[in-house]
């Protein structure tokens, strides 16, 4: 299992980044997968995640600005950011693991054991 993250940069406040992850060992449609971030001094948080059935969960602060999506086909994992605000500084991570309890807590970090190195986003 490989993931690997690209996509991230340095943007003004309110613009915005896709950041993307290419997937590649496995057969990702059975997967959840989920987008989480850390800042420094910061604990790991989930962003947001999405499991095999296509349920999606976002965390508060990204609501209504940020979109995840998943292209099994393609093995690929999305993350449209919008109205981006210095808060949302940090390297982002792209996690995975096989659907199963990951399915009711998308958004914990303990669900995932598979990880991407992590791609910087810098909102000034």
């Known amino acids: 299992v490989q993931l690997v993250e690209s996509g991230g940069g340095s943007v003004q406040a309110g613009g915005s980044l896709r950041l993307s992850c290419a997937a590649s060992?496995?057969?990702?449609?059975?997967?959840?997968m989920g987008w989480f971030r850390q800042a420094p001094g910061k604990e790991r948080e989930g962003v947001a995640g999405?499991?095999?059935?296509?349920?999606?969960r976002y965390g508060d602060s990204v609501k209504g600005r940020f979109t995840i999506s998943k292209d099994n086909a393609k093995n690929t994992l999305s993350l449209q950011m919008n109205s981006l605000k210095p808060e949302d500084t940090a390297m982002y991570y792209c996690a995975a693991d096989p659907a199963g309890s990951c399915r009711w807590f998308l958004l914990r970090k303990e669900s995932y054991r598979h990880w991407g190195q992590g791609t910087q986003v810098t909102v000034s």
């Open positions: 060992g496995s057969t990702y449609s059975s997967y959840c």
């Open positions: 999405i499991d095999n059935n296509g349920s999606i």
